[in-house]
C-alpha cells in the first residue's frame, strides 16, 4: 500500500528555514513574497490487511517518529 | 494568494534519508515497511495580478531556488 505523510509546523510557530527562504527569494529579486513555511513529505510504501489497518499504523509511526507532535501537525493520505 | 509546493526527489535517485527513516521505524518494531522517500513541501505566500502570473513565478522560484531540477521534480499547487 502507498502512503503519503504531510508534517508541517504548527500555527504560530516560528520557522527560521521558512524565512530564510523567502529572504533568499527577495535577494534574487521574487518581491511580494510574503510568507514561506517549510514541510515534510514522505512517501512510504507499506504491508498492511486494510487501509484502516494502514492508516493506523502510518498515525503511529508519525507519533512515535517521523512528526515532532510538540511542534508540528501530521497528515497521513492514502494513495 | 496562498499555495503549495511539492519537491521530490526523481524516481531513480537514491535517497539516504528515506532509507535511514525506514531502517529506524524498522528498528521500531514497525515491519513490513519496504520504502521511505521524502521530499519538502513549501507553503508560499505571495502578491499575484492572477493565478497564471502566481504560477508562472512560483515555477520560476522552483526552478531557481526551491528545487534542484537536476535530481527533483516539483509540483505548484495553487490553493
Known amino acids: 500500500m502507498q502512503a ?18 523567502r529572504h533568499a527569494l527577495g535577494a534574487m529579486g521574487f518581491d511580494g513574497v510574503h510568507g ?18 494502514a492508516e493506523a499504523r502510518l498515525r503511529e509511526m508519525c507519533e512515535k ?5 510538540v511542534i508540528e501537525d501530521f497528515r497521513v493520505e492514502l494513495l
Do not use: C, F, H, M
Not at 503519503?4 to 527562504?21: C, F, H, N, S
Not at 510504501?45 to 486494510?50: Q, R, V
Not at 517518529?65 to 507532535?69: F, G, P, Q, S, V
Open 4 to 21: 503519503r505523510i504531510y508534517v508541517t509546523l504548527k500555527q504560530g510557530v516560528l520557522d527560521p528555514q521558512g524565512e530564510a527562504v
Open 36 to 53: 514561506v513555511r517549510q514541510g515534510k513529505l514522505l512517501d512510504v510504501e507499506l504491508d498492511a490487511a486494510s487501509r484502516d489497518e
Open 65 to 69: 517518529l517521523l512528526a515532532n507532535t
